[in-house]
């Protein structure tokens, strides 16, 4: 392949390639389609309309591109190759470039620890918080739309902390919009059908259980799942009532993007009170046309330089050996890196799928907790269209398909007052199951059962088709394997601890590891401060604990977890006649 035009016109794509170095269009071919970001390849359009693929090296080497996202694009790791056998050594080694990750390696330099490296699969920083390009405004520019992380949630409060992540945000002046998610229309497939009342029995059901939440952990109650506890509520739809459904998928699957029958009552309660009750109810969709990222972005560039060799992009980890005197992470590229401590901040997803090998194998006390823990995902689906056919006075349209739930039940306008205005946008959010489903399914397929859908919604209305669509597909994203984390029921904070703990030299952070705050992005942030405050009081010998822990170094373990039955309570008494088979 060469690196010229046939015609040898190289000038015509310099605004194409150019762009490359905007975050905003870094995941977008000519043709609107998405490419991974696995930063290898750039696209170009020839004159003919085919589509070819340059080497990113050499386009740097031209026009002089040396960042994305405002740092260093620097794809190889600067010293240790596979053909010399030496590895590139450095006191801690981060892995993954997420919020986790900058905020630990951000907590390390205020600690006067400068000797880190950032090890991030992806060709930019952010993690999950990512974005792309996305249709067109009226001047030919894109608009650019989050894939993952939309909204700062939990802000607004008066007499309580700041979220850090609304902090974040107006440090770095993020354009957010304001989400009312009371502001509801409601449809099924004959169109246009109020049944808003239901969100008034759902909301007076949960009134009545909140109580019982808090007491789960309070008293050291049976945990039960979302499901059970709002039936004692007065909260049981019908699995033939689509609308009530429609409802409870909407208030209860999505915060946690799982079956309410999987989530526990008790640590979604404390997660709920925590974030909204702690730092406000609001919730603020991010508009912002940098991205969510830029405030990750943002931090990062408070101690790294512009083309800075501890920032290592497009460089994925495939095996971690550890031990209590050191880690050692070995590259696909052949490269290796030697740390004397090292912070794992992969998503739960990538740790359940062994997308990387540990040697030794991790602990089973370690090994449960990771598969303990569930991955949710929550895939949002963009379409552009030519007009905006839906009402322009609401932020969300409920959908209860009449025989299949959580099928395309949500969608919500971008084009609502405050936000992308004028831009015809309109999203729809499928998770768990049915989010699965749409990852096999093509565009083309995807986009037809949803146009479907609409037609339901608006009977009458001639619908076109829309002019941009897509999704992301997390579950086939090597670096991510899914959205974010949840609290099943049926599992103990001591098995969270474990998910936690380090094991010898090599520790762990992330939202996941989050017990106030998993699934949240400011979970991530406590998480990435509190672990890189602790490795660097290991090297400095003393101890630093931002959350008041008692105990300095290594982080509690439980080898053992005991359930809630002895055996010597498998009685007649208690309807357990015989003891146990075995």
């Given at each position: 392949?060469?690196?010229?035009?046939?015609?040898?016109?190289?000038?015509?794509?310099?605004?194409?390639?150019?762009?490359?170095?905007?975050?905003?269009?870094?995941?977008?071919?000519?043709?609107?389609?998405?490419?991974?970001?696995?930063?290898?390849?750039?696209?170009?359009?020839?004159?003919?309309?085919?589509?070819?693929?340059?080497?990113?090296?050499?386009?740097?080497?031209?026009?002089?591109?040396?960042?994305?996202?405002?740092?260093?694009?620097?794809?190889?790791?600067?010293?240790?190759?596979?053909?010399?056998?030496?590895?590139?050594?450095?006191?801690?080694?981060?892995?993954?470039?997420?919020?986790?990750?900058?905020?630990?390696?951000?907590?390390?330099?205020?600690?006067?620890?400068?000797?880190?490296?950032?090890?991030?699969?992806?060709?930019?920083?952010?993690?999950?918080?990512?974005?792309?390009?996305?249709?067109?405004?009226?001047?030919?520019?894109?608009?650019?739309?989050e894939l993952g992380a939309y909204w700062v949630q939990g802000a607004?409060?008066?007499?309580?902390?700041?979220?850090?992540?609304?902090?974040?945000?107006?440090?770095?002046?993020?354009?957010?919009?304001?989400?009312?998610?009371?502001?509801?229309?409601?449809?099924?497939?004959?169109?246009?059908?109020?049944?808003?009342?239901?969100?008034?029995?759902?909301?007076?059901?949960?009134?009545?259980?909140?109580?019982?939440?808090?007491?789960?952990?309070?008293?050291?109650?049976?945990?039960?799942?979302?499901?059970?506890?709002?039936?004692?509520?007065?909260?049981?739809?019908?699995?033939?009532?689509?609308?009530?459904?429609?409802?409870?998928?909407?208030?209860?699957?999505?915060?946690?993007?799982?079956?309410?029958?999987?989530?526990?009552?008790?640590?979604?309660?404390?997660?709920?009170?925590?974030?909204?009750?702690?730092?406000?109810?609001?919730?603020?969709?991010?508009?912002?046309?940098?991205?969510?990222?830029?405030?990750?972005?943002?931090?990062?560039?408070?101690?790294?330089?512009?083309?800075?060799?501890?920032?290592?992009?497009?460089?994925?980890?495939?095996?971690?050996?550890?031990?209590?005197?050191?880690?050692?992470?070995?590259?696909?590229?052949?490269?290796?890196?030697?740390?004397?401590?090292?912070?794992?901040?992969?998503?739960?997803?990538?740790?359940?799928?062994?997308?990387?090998?540990?040697?030794?194998?991790?602990?089973?006390?370690?090994?449960?907790?990771?598969?303990?823990?569930?991955?949710?995902?929550?895939?949002?689906?963009?379409?552009?269209?030519?007009?905006?056919?839906?009402?322009?006075?609401?932020?969300?349209?409920?959908?209860?398909?009449?025989?299949?739930?959580?099928?395309?039940?949500?969608?919500?306008?971008?084009?609502?007052?405050?936000?992308?205005?004028?831009?015809?946008i309109l999203f729809v959010t499928v998770l768990a199951e049915e989010?699965?489903?749409?990852?096999?399914?093509?565009?083309?397929?995807?986009?037809?059962?949803?146009?479907?859908?609409?037609?339901?919604?608006?009977?009458?209305?001639?619908?076109?088709?829309?002019?941009?669509?897509?999704?992301?597909?997390?579950?086939?994203?090597?670096?991510?394997?899914?959205?974010?984390?949840?609290?099943?029921?049926?599992?103990?904070?001591?098995?969270?601890?474990?998910?936690?703990?380090?094991?010898?030299?090599?520790?762990?952070?992330?939202?996941?590891?989050?017990?106030?705050?998993?699934?949240?992005?400011?979970?991530?942030?406590?998480?990435?401060?509190?672990?890189?405050?602790?490795?660097?009081?290991?090297?400095?010998?003393?101890?630093?604990?931002?959350?008041?822990?008692?105990?300095?170094?290594?982080?509690?373990?439980?080898?053992?977890?005991?359930?809630?039955?002895?055996?010597?309570a498998y009685t007649v008494e208690n309807g357990w006649p015989g003891?146990?088979?075995?």
């Amino acid at each position: 392949m060469t690196n010229e035009d046939d015609d040898g016109t190289l000038g015509r794509y310099l605004l194409l390639l150019i762009n490359l170095s905007d975050p905003g269009k870094s995941n977008l071919d000519p043709t609107g389609k998405h490419v991974a970001s696995q930063g290898s390849v750039a696209w170009l359009g020839l004159k003919s309309g085919e589509i070819k693929k340059w080497d990113n090296m050499y386009l740097q080497r031209l026009l002089g591109i040396t960042t994305l996202s405002g740092l260093a694009l620097q794809g190889s790791v600067a010293q240790g190759t596979a053909q010399t056998g030496t590895c590139r050594h450095t006191t801690v080694a981060i892995l993954g470039g997420g919020m986790a990750g900058i905020i630990a390696a951000q907590a390390l330099h205020n600690q006067s620890i400068s000797d880190f490296v950032i090890v991030e699969y992806q060709d930019r920083i952010g993690g999950r918080v990512n974005h792309t390009a996305f249709g067109q405004k009226a001047d030919g520019t894109p608009y650019v739309v989050e894939l993952g992380a939309y909204w700062v949630q939990g802000a607004g409060g008066t007499n309580g902390p700041v979220n850090p992540i609304w902090t974040l945000a107006q440090k770095y002046n993020l354009t957010t919009a304001l989400s009312d998610f009371t502001s509801v229309q409601t449809y099924d497939h004959t169109g246009a059908v109020d049944y808003t009342y239901l969100f008034d029995e759902y909301n007076a059901a949960s009134d009545k259980v909140s109580e019982i939440g808090s007491n789960i952990l309070k008293d050291n109650l049976q945990d039960m799942n979302i499901r059970q506890a709002m039936a004692l509520g007065g909260w049981k739809p019908k699995v033939d009532d689509m609308a009530a459904q429609a409802v409870d998928w909407l208030r209860g699957d999505v915060e946690s993007a799982s079956p309410v029958g999987e989530s526990s009552f008790g640590f979604s309660t404390s997660a709920g009170a925590f974030t909204f009750g702690q730092f406000g109810p609001n919730n603020f969709l991010v508009t912002d046309p940098r991205g969510y990222s830029a405030i990750i972005e943002g931090e990062a560039a408070t101690y790294l330089k512009r083309n800075d060799t501890r920032l290592l992009l497009n460089t994925q980890v495939t095996n971690i050996s550890y031990s209590d005197t050191g880690v050692t992470v070995h590259n696909r590229d052949g490269t290796c890196i030697t740390a004397d401590y090292a912070l794992c901040t992969f998503s739960l997803g990538v740790l359940q799928n062994q997308a990387v090998a540990f040697n030794p194998e991790l602990p089973m006390w370690k090994r449960t907790a990771i598969q303990k823990f569930t991955m949710g995902t929550y895939t949002k689906i963009f379409m552009q269209f030519n007009e905006a056919f839906w009402p322009a006075d609401s932020q969300n349209l409920l959908y209860a398909s009449p025989d299949r739930r959580g099928y395309y039940p949500s969608f919500q306008s971008l084009d609502a007052p405050g936000f992308l205005e004028g831009s015809n946008i309109l999203f729809v959010t499928v998770l768990a199951e049915e989010a699965y489903r749409v990852e096999r399914l093509s565009d083309e397929e995807t986009q037809t059962e949803i146009m479907a859908v609409l037609r339901q919604m608006f009977p009458g209305t001639r619908i076109p088709e829309p002019t941009a669509f897509f999704y992301p597909r997390w579950n086939k994203a090597e670096w991510a394997y899914g959205s974010y984390s949840n609290w099943p029921l049926g599992t103990s904070l001591e098995m969270h601890q474990n998910l936690r703990a380090n094991t010898s030299r090599l520790w762990f952070a992330g939202e996941a590891t989050s017990s106030q705050y998993f699934g949240f992005l400011h979970g991530a942030w406590f998480e990435g401060r509190e672990a890189g405050a602790q490795i660097a009081g290991l090297i400095q010998g003393h101890c630093t604990n931002v959350t008041g822990e008692e105990e300095c170094g290594g982080r509690k373990y439980h080898e053992t977890l005991a359930g809630t039955t002895p055996s010597t309570a498998y009685t007649v008494e208690n309807g357990w006649p015989g003891g146990l088979p075995y």
